[in-house]
Nanobody
Framework: QVQLVESGGGLVQAGGSLRLSCAAS????????MGWFRQAPGKEREFVAT????????SYADSVKGRFTISRDNAKNLVYLQMNSLKPEDTALYYC?????????????????WGQGTQVTVSS
């Protein structure tokens, strides 16, 4: 079992950057494939990015490809989401999640553990 806590959200102007962090508890963190999702008000939760347990492979939603980078540090039980060139449409509550299913996993229902989320607001 793993517990996840996100941080790093905030208010930023369009074109700016933020780095989200997700701290995981548990000694088996390195065995989980990890993902970032987001949910805007009135919308469904959507996939943002995922990273394989080793960090060797990553996958992104088309809407963030080239602007966002997911990474992980298994020694520190951390997952990151570097967000550059932010747009107002990136405004959402961002969640990190963990799954034991085979990479890549883009569907939120396939993830076993979730954090509480961190708010990202991009002003125009």
């Amino acid at each position: 079992q793993v517990q996840l806590v996100e941080s790093g959200g905030g208010l930023v102007q369009a074109g700016g950057s933020l780095r989200l962090s997700c701290a995981a508890s548990g000694r088996t963190f390195s065995t989980y494939n990890m993902g970032w999702f987001r949910q805007a008000p009135g919308k469904e939760r959507e996939f943002v990015a995922t990273i394989e347990w080793s960090g060797g492979r990553t996958s992104y939603a088309d809407s963030v490809k080239g602007r966002f980078t997911i990474s992980r540090d298994n020694a520190k039980n951390l997952v990151y989401l570097q967000m550059n060139s932010l747009k107002p449409e990136d405004t959402a509550l961002y969640y990190c999640a963990a799954t034991t299913l085979v990479y890549p996993v883009r569907f939120s229902t396939r993830y076993d553990y979730w954090g509480q989320g961190t708010q990202v607001t991009v002003s125009s």
